[in-house]
């Protein structure tokens, strides 16, 4: 048998393609009536694409499909999943992009009891999810998890599960947070965290040896962990509209220091002795929170008034990626270096390969 794809005059004996054809859900029904006659007939189909239909729920006959690797049922306007369909069909690609599915729409279970274990890729991006769902924690195999666009609030910690993931994708949620665990993630190779509201990085992201893309832009990331400059086969950073970059493009300020910072700050670089029964219990333990200045030119110190720099640390030779640190004048900015800066500043065209992503 021989089927034709909508897009294409080239005939593929493995493939239904009925993508932006407007189909309902009795309409598919009758295609596939009409199109196959026996059981073998069926079993001839490895993919189905019924992206960009009018679609309310799958189509019964799916279950007939006993050899059906890929299916995309992409932008319709499902709400529900029929169970079945993961019971019957070896599915190594499940694409539902961009429908109304809810956590409540999934399968109370996914390998376990069905085939799912053969699944390579699920995209459950553009639809209604609040949470990763528990049962996609199941599926071992997984290689490429896409969730974009969704209304996820956080990362389970026990994303660690899914060992062999090359690809997670949480861009466009609600994230707040990312755990710790992710650093488990050792086949990871690309990370798209864009567009949440995170505002830290953990340090275990260094233990992500296999990363070459990680996408952090439109967050609330005010400093990135050190730890990620021993990542070295990152090869795509992207870091545009966070906090930290545009603190780097905005000019240099410091406000006027108060007397008692001056005066503290001089018992301190002075070394000056006092003692409990020469200072009142408050401003011996401002005395005790004094910060060393980052320049290691600097013996000064600072208290509630800091220069706030960002240093743009070499990145495996490729480009830099801006560190903020602490000063304790504007003065130090200039001879400030740091043992992870050991080089004169990026060039303008490393700069925007960072800022820009």
């Given at each position: 048998m021989?089927f034709?794809?909508?897009d294409?005059?080239?005939?593929?004996?493995h493939?239904?393609?009925?993508?932006?054809?407007n189909?309902?859900?009795s309409k598919?029904e009758?295609?596939?009536?009409?199109?196959?006659?026996?059981?073998?007939?069926y079993?001839e189909?490895?993919?189905i694409?019924?992206?960009?239909?009018?679609?309310?729920s799958?189509?019964?006959?799916?279950?007939?499909?006993?050899?059906?690797h890929?299916?995309d049922?992409?932008?319709?306007?499902?709400?529900?999943?029929?169970?079945e369909?993961?019971l019957?069909?070896?599915?190594r690609?499940?694409?539902?992009?961009?429908?109304?599915?809810?956590n409540d729409?999934?399968p109370?279970?996914?390998?376990?009891?069905s085939?799912?274990?053969q699944l390579?890729e699920?995209?459950l991006?553009?639809?209604?999810?609040?949470r990763?769902p528990?049962?996609?924690?199941?599926?071992?195999?997984?290689?490429y998890?896409?969730?974009?666009?969704?209304?996820i609030?956080?990362?389970?910690?026990?994303?660690?599960?899914?060992?062999?993931?090359h690809l997670?994708?949480?861009?466009a949620?609600?994230?707040?947070?990312?755990?710790?665990s992710?650093?488990?993630?050792?086949?990871?190779q690309a990370?798209n965290?864009?567009?949440?509201?995170?505002?830290?990085?953990?340090?275990?992201?260094?233990?992500?040896?296999?990363?070459?893309?990680?996408?952090?832009?439109?967050?609330?990331?005010r400093?990135l962990p050190?730890?990620?400059?021993s990542?070295?086969?990152?090869?795509?950073?992207?870091?545009?509209?966070?906090?930290?970059?545009?603190?780097?493009v905005?000019?240099?300020s410091?406000t006027?220091?108060?007397?008692?910072?001056?005066?503290?700050?001089?018992?301190k670089?002075?070394?000056?002795?006092y003692?409990?029964?020469?200072?009142?219990?408050t401003?011996?333990?401002?005395?005790s929170?004094?910060?060393?200045?980052?320049?290691?030119?600097c013996?000064?110190v600072?208290?509630?008034?800091?220069?706030?720099?960002v240093?743009?640390?070499?990145f495996?030779?490729?480009y830099?990626v801006?560190?903020?640190?602490y000063l304790?004048?504007?003065?130090?900015?200039e001879?400030?270096s740091?043992?992870l800066?050991?080089?004169?500043?990026?060039?303008?065209?490393m700069?925007?390969k960072?800022?820009?992503g």
């Amino acid at each position: 048998m021989e089927f034709y794809t909508s897009d294409s005059s080239e005939s593929d004996s493995h493939t239904i393609d009925y993508q932006n054809r407007n189909l309902s859900l009795s309409k598919v029904e009758d295609e596939f009536l009409n199109l196959f006659k026996t059981e073998s007939d069926y079993a001839e189909i490895e993919t189905i694409i019924l992206y960009n239909n009018h679609l309310s729920s799958l189509p019964i006959s799916l279950l007939k499909f006993t050899n059906l690797h890929t299916l995309d049922i992409s932008n319709n306007s499902l709400s529900t999943l029929n169970v079945e369909i993961f019971l019957t069909c070896p599915l190594r690609s499940f694409i539902a992009k961009n429908n109304l599915l809810t956590n409540d729409s999934l399968p109370k279970f996914f390998e376990s009891k069905s085939k799912m274990g053969q699944l390579r890729e699920l995209n459950l991006s553009g639809n209604m999810l609040t949470r990763i769902p528990m049962q996609v924690l199941e599926l071992k195999s997984i290689k490429y998890l896409y969730l974009n666009g969704n209304l996820i609030q956080s990362i389970h910690k026990d994303i660690w599960k899914l060992k062999n993931l090359h690809l997670l994708a949480l861009g466009a949620n609600k994230i707040r947070e990312v755990p710790e665990s992710i650093g488990r993630l050792s086949q990871l190779q690309a990370l798209n965290l864009c567009d949440n509201k995170i505002e830290k990085i953990p340090s275990s992201i260094a233990r992500l040896h296999n990363l070459k893309s990680l996408s952090l832009h439109k967050n609330l990331i005010r400093t990135l962990p050190p730890e990620l400059i021993s990542l070295r086969n990152l090869i795509e950073l992207s870091l545009r509209e966070n906090p930290l970059v545009e603190r780097f493009v905005q000019h240099l300020s410091m406000t006027p220091t108060s007397l008692k910072e001056m005066s503290a700050r001089v018992v301190k670089t002075s070394n000056l002795p006092y003692t409990p029964f020469d200072l009142p219990r408050t401003l011996i333990e401002y005395l005790s929170s004094a910060n060393c200045c980052v320049n290691p030119n600097c013996k000064g110190v600072y208290f509630d008034n800091r220069v706030e720099n960002v240093k743009f640390i070499d990145f495996c030779g490729k480009y830099r990626v801006p560190f903020m640190q602490y000063l304790c004048s504007s003065r130090c900015v200039e001879n400030a270096s740091t043992p992870l800066d050991p080089q004169p500043s990026a060039s303008g065209f490393m700069m925007r390969k960072v800022l820009l992503g």
